[in-house]
């Protein structure tokens, strides 16, 4: 099976969810559910997902591995992407099911754009990090995001490095619904390859540019 497949499966399955009613928390709790029952396949082969984080997945042999690995990390972003989901209910007055569907067009309109997109640098971030939850939260030093916003449950915390000056970068931590608040340093992170830093640089949108 290839990449798009699974992606396009899992996507099928989110839909299904939404267009019967259901909020994107239960959406989360039933990702989770998902990526912890196909992680046992990676469990009986004694294998842990982060030794693959870097990996040619078309390299990997066996495969029931490569289907387990790409679902759990399509599942994982899918887990992130619906901070976006969230906090378009209300501002837009449709519902999630329809919210949903303008996100996986935008998520496509993106990709066709020759321009960066600012979710690429956080890739790794992304399959790494772990989804908030009341506990989490509860346990954080810092409650907000550097922008003073709440830190919630289902966010994943992102870090990013922004220039305020021409000698001087900031250390800011933020979510996925507030990237798009930057756009990629290009000229930087192409100097020092972008696909394989962790922590990448942004530069601060006017407000007025900002994108939703």
């Known amino acids: 099976m290839k990449k798009e497949q699974i992606e396009q499966m899992i996507d099928k399955k989110i839909e299904s969810k939404f267009s019967c009613g259901s909020i ?21 082969e004694n294998i842990n997902i982060e030794d693959y984080k870097d990996a040619d997945w078309d390299k990997i042999d066996k495969a029931r591995v490569k289907y ?12 992130v992407d619906m901070d976006w989901i969230r906090s378009k209910k209300g501002v837009l007055s449709i519902n999630y099911w329809e919210i949903w569907r303008l996100f996986v067009f935008k998520e496509k309109i993106t990709r066709s754009t020759r321009k960066v997109d600012v979710i690429d640098v956080f890739k790794k971030q992304l399959e790494r990090g772990k989804p908030f939850t009341e ?13 003073g916003k709440p830190k919630k449950v289902g966010q994943i915390e992102l870090t990013a490095f922004v220039q305020r000056s021409k000698n001087y970068f900031d250390l800011i931590h933020l979510s996925l619904d507030d990237i798009y608040d930057y756009e990629v340093d290009e000229d930087y992170c192409e100097k020092i390859g972008y696909t394989h830093m962790y922590i990448p640089y942004l530069i601060k949108l006017p407000l007025k540019h900002v994108t939703s």
Do not use: F, Q, S
């Open 68 to 79: 387990a690995i790409h679902y759990i990390k399509h599942c994982n972003k899918r887990i």
């Open 24 to 44: 994107p928390n239960h959406v989360v709790c039933d990702l989770i559910t998902m990526t912890n029952n196909i992680g046992k396949v990676l469990v009986k």
């Open 135 to 147: 506990e989490t939260i509860l346990k954080v030093r810092d409650k907000n995001w550097t922008n």
